[in-house]
């Protein structure tokens, strides 16, 4: 298990690409499985695991995948619909195969994913709907079984706004006879890229971004063709890198649209954001200013972002207050910031983050994915040489995180273990 080692203290500048939205490209390298034929797909954050362990579900099905940056998935031989728990503990991701597999198959068999770092994380949404498009859902030996003659429209409202719940519904509805509304559903950037790629491939869905998502299912799909979207919770996590190292820098190939929530706040704490050639520029400011935030569906502050966020209020002038309202326990990162010296409360799902004047290098722990984002942040503005292990959680979801910095001017490398 690999750690980074973090020279804190250096100014950023420069310009960092960021690469396509992992989220983006989980759902839509499954929906692959809709049709018979060659799908291709670029700009895919192909170095991450997550993408790794995808590409490898989706051959265990008999899917043919190859390519790098773009990638080509041939589904006209899909011959299982089975899978193993092994795959889904290392990737929850995985679940985003049940819609298109009942759809296709008209059978599943997938482990259930249990819980994880950040929360018990249950499906019992995504069953729920599949139940109401007519599949037979059994659970045994914590495998979710799944059969459907067929699949039948309807109309089904997401108790909670549920992104990969949207998802699944929303590939399974395509084949479905008649029309299905989803209702309550998410809203996110990476379900609208999806509906985009579903209707490339014939479906016909309205209204994805918005609360009611209608689909009128089709007999059949096509392979299509797509570029996966910016990553905006990567681009989100350097707008905080170059804010808590007061450095000027620019930040190419996103799509800041997606993610105003977040430069909301950042410019409430006083950090400049203009446009840029081909991006954006971020401007860090001398002194930060303690903002007071609440995580939330899209347009929300995302979740995603909640401990990078947390990471750079640590070093505010005053006291900010962040509620994390979408999973019980995505506060792993605390414990650890306070051994580099914040000043951190918790009381239930708020964290009371009294700014601090400097943070100081420590041995740390990275536990979940943004967790793991959250003390790289704290660790380039610390005081010291900051050692990370278990970054494996940093390689789901952020491409080559030590080159992008090196090339911006931080002092950051990866020993193994
Ligand atoms: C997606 O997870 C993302 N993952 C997560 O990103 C992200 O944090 C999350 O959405 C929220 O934005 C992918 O897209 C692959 P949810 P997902 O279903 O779909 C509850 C990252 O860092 N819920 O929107 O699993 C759930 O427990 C990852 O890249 C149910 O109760 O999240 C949570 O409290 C982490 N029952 C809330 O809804 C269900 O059936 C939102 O979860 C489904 C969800």
Request: glycine share 8%; charged share 20%; aromatic share 4%.
């Amino acid at each position: 298990m690999d750690k980074l080692l973090i020279d804190g203290g250096h100014s950023l500048k420069g310009t960092v690409k960021i690469s396509g939205a992992k989220n983006a490209a989980l759902p839509i390298l499954t929906a692959t499985l809709l049709a018979s034929g060659r799908s291709t797909i670029h700009n895919v954050p192909n170095r991450l695991a997550d993408i790794k362990t995808m590409r490898k579900l989706l051959a265990d099905l008999g899917a043919v995948v190859e390519g790098d940056e773009s990638i080509n998935v041939d589904c006209s031989n899909i011959n299982n619909w089975k899978v193993p728990y092994e795959l889904v503990k290392t990737m929850r991701g995985s679940v985003l195969v049940l819609g298109p597999l009942v759809a296709r198959m008209k059978r599943a068999r997938v482990s259930l994913p249990g819980g994880c770092a950040i929360g018990a994380r249950p499906i019992n949404l995504h069953l729920e709907g599949l139940k109401r498009l007519g599949v037979d859902i059994r659970l045994s030996q914590g495998y979710v079984e799944a059969e459907a003659k067929k699949l039948a429209g309807a109309t089904y409202r997401f108790g909670i706004s549920t992104v990969t719940g949207t998802e699944n519904l929303m590939m399974a509805a395509s084949l479905a006879e008649g029309n299905t509304a989803l209702e309550n559903a998410a809203k996110e950037p990476e379900v609208v890229a999806l509906a985009d790629f579903l209707n490339q491939m014939g479906a016909r869905i309205v209204g994805a971004g918005s609360e009611v998502i209608s689909i009128e299912g089709v007999k059949e799909l096509c392979p299509a063709e797509c570029r996966i979207i910016p990553d905006r919770i990567e681009t989100g996590t350097y707008m905080v890198a170059a804010s808590i190292t007061k450095s000027e820098m620019t930040i190419a190939d996103c799509n800041v649209a997606h993610l105003e929530q977040v430069a909301t706040m950042l410019k409430e704490a006083g950090v400049k954001i203009g446009k840029a050639k081909d991006g954006i520029k971020v401007v860090g400011p001398k002194s930060l200013r303690n903002v007071d935030v609440g995580t939330a569906p899209y347009p929300g502050f995302p979740t995603d972002m909640q401990a990078q966020f947390m990471a750079l209020m640590s070093l505010a002038q005053g006291t900010s207050i962040i509620t994390e309202n979408i999973f019980e326990s995505r506060f792993m990162h605390v414990a650890e910031l306070t051994r580099m010296g914040a000043d951190i409360k918790i009381e239930g799902n708020t964290a009371i983050v009294k700014g601090v004047n400097r943070l100081s290098a420590a041995p740390v722990m990275a536990t979940d994915l943004r967790a793991s984002a959250c003390l790289v942040l704290a660790a380039l503005a610390a005081e010291g040489t900051t050692e990370i292990s278990r970054v494996y959680h940093l390689d789901r979801g952020y491409e080559r995180i030590e080159n992008k910095l090196s090339q911006l001017g931080a002092h950051i490398r990866r020993v193994p273990a």
